[in-house]
């Protein structure tokens, strides 16, 4: 039988504000997008633990902020030079800020849909 791999401090703490945000009576769910864990509200992603990273659908001032943090970074999945303009990685090393921006992801996705 394998062992079990532990998981990495990034992706414990993805899955304690994933805890924390979570609530059907809100529609904010946890789920998968192409393999890594999201957090979705009424069906809408608005945060993705992405490779010791957490990735998040921003605008206006937070957007800025996330994007001024050092090694932060827009996402581009295809890694073909094709950012998704909205969508900011905002890495491990900016931890403190995780929640912050998750719920100001929650707030702009939510009054999106």
């Not at 998040?56 to 581009?76: I, V, W």
Request: net charge positive.
């Amino acid at each position: 039988m394998p062992k079990s791999v532990p998981l990495p401090p990034s992706q414990k703490l993805f899955d304690s504000i994933a805890q924390e945000f979570a609530s059907g009576d809100a529609g904010i769910t946890k789920s998968k997008m192409m393999g890594s864990p999201c957090l979705k509200v009424r069906g809408k992603m608005f945060a993705v633990y992405w490779r010791d990273a957490m990735i998040f659908k921003l605008a206006g001032d937070a957007h800025k902020n996330a994007l001024a943090r050092k090694g932060a970074q827009l996402f581009d999945p295809s890694e073909m030079n094709r950012p998704m303009k909205e969508w900011v990685v905002v890495p491990y090393a900016h931890k403190a800020k995780w929640r912050a921006f998750t719920e100001s992801a929650l707030t702009y996705v939510a009054s999106k849909t």
